[in-house]
């Protein structure tokens, strides 16, 4: 089936050959054509180009898109999607001056969540998720990375990563799943670190492993969670299994997860609120991604990835909604690519660039997602008729999206 788009006003992050990330001032340049035709063939883009050099074609669909703007669809690289009610009483009591380590510290936070999806069925679990899920996919997103580590259990930890594998068999939208047993220490292993460790080594990782249940492995290196000695044994053991690391590091603390992640050759290091310069330093010719969330920043008020001194320093920056119940509970990559310039001084293309082409690097989709190349998935965001792409920054609490296309069919 061949779709054929007509009189884009502007087509964006169009590149000719397939490239796998964008670093430093190459972020400031977001290819574009203007007055462009777009035609894809079935699930894959197949031609693009100026409507001055329209090919005849017979299309069995044809979409005259006159003063609206085509980009590829977000790439989130960074979620908790899958889980079980949500902490909106700890929104309050932070509002009332808890801070959100001190409702952590009370038994709230994550494990909050993990009592909560210990008690739900797998399949009341799923209908929850699913509905997360389908509002992303509608608000634009066309890959996303789900994780673990709400269970802190074996059962709990395999249950969410068959509701995640679920939801790739059921839904068009590429999915990448990460174990994330390492969350948080359960509290009756509170005393007993090592057990917990010794749990997800010698239980959970070999039967996830053998059920093809995850892609990456990710720790939250954090002071209070794991430290960098405990981090370097859980990336170890899962690299052991076959899962390359993706960690949540410098949240709260610089702690040294950044570099016990570029050591284990992690393929993100994500939120990076607090950074010093060794920890730019330290990235600087790695093929580790940094990530920003800047929505979780907004949420619990508390600082942003220094995204300019990364982009200064050359290195690439991914962004990602880090949808969860406790820090982030919002899965809207248009807020976060507005976010990340109002707050952030990321310029519009670094942030186009960044939710797009290095987001789909960060979970291992460049090849087929992240940018209008020829043979790439056809999924795309056609937004209602806009002034230029600045709107999508600038305007940033309206939907400016018309309809969304995952593998060729636009979603209804
Ligand atoms: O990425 N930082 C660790 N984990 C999540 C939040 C966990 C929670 O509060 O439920 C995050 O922010
Ligand atoms: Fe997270």
Partial sequence: MITLITNIKELLQVRETSISKVSGAEMAILPTIKNAFLILKDNLIEDFGSMDNLPAIKAEKTIDATGRIVLPSWCDSHTHIVYAGNREQEFVDRINGFTYEEIANRGGGILNSAKKLNETSEEEIYEQ????LEEVMHLGTGAVEIKSGYGLTVDG???MLRVIKKLA???PIAIKATFLGAHAFPIHFKENKQGYIDEIITKMLPEIAQNKLADYIDVFCETGY?????TE???EAGIQFGLKPKIHVNQFNSIGGIQSGIKFKALSVDHLEIMNPEDIEALKDTETMPVALPSCSYFLSIPYTPAREIIKAGLPLALATDFNPGSTPSGNMNFVVATACIKMKMTP????NAATINGAYAMGLSETHGSITKGKKANLILTKPISSYYQIPYAFGSNLIESVFLE????N
């Fill in 408 to 411: 060729g069919q636009v979603l």
């Fill in 233 to 235: 044994k859980i990336m």
């Fill in 129 to 132: 998720s699913k509905v997360r």
């Fill in 349 to 352: 293309e670094e942030a186009i």
């Fill in 226 to 230: 794991f430290s960098v000695e405990e």
């Fill in 157 to 159: 930890e395999l249950k």
């Fill in 169 to 171: 068999e059921n839904y």
